[in-house]
């Protein structure tokens, strides 16, 4: 059993950035980011594959969020920039041992979630 730990959350201006940070247990092969806004569903974000080679991105965050990960540490991390207020959500870090596209019968685990709140 993979175990993800979230952190990095945290309040912060529209405009701002924040980094979030994923640790896992052990070695999977894709990791990634899915959020969820209060009273709207789980929205996939970004994710990336083992080597780095493939990253997937949700169109809302395109050009603004880079995802970046480090194997040594089984650790991927999520750069935030240009945050706005419609990124206020709890994000969730995801793994899975398929696929980085991270459809859903591909993730295998999921973090417990750090919230992130960009004011106006």
């Known amino acids: 059993q993979v175990q993800l730990v979230e952190s990095g959350g945290g309040l912060v201006q529209a405009g701002g950035s924040l980094r979030l940070s994923c640790k896992a247990s052990?070695?999977?092969?894709?990791m990634g980011w899915f959020r969820q806004a209060p009273g709207k569903e789980r929205e996939f974000v970004v994710a990336?594959?083992?080597?780095?080679?493939?990253?997937n991105y949700g169109d809302s965050v395109k050009g603004r969020f880079t995802i970046s990960r480090d194997n040594a540490n089984n650790a991927v991390y999520l750069q935030m920039n240009s945050l706005r207020p419609e990124d206020t959500a709890v994000y969730y870090c995801?793994?899975?041992?398929?696929?980085?596209?991270?459809?859903?019968?591909?993730?295998?685990?999921w973090g417990q979630g750090t919230q992130v709140t960009v004011s106006l």
């Open positions: 990336i594959d083992y080597n780095g080679d493939y990253t």
């Open positions: 052990y070695s999977v092969y894709a």
């Open positions: 995801a793994a899975s041992h398929r696929s980085a596209r991270m459809a859903e019968g591909d993730i295998a685990y």
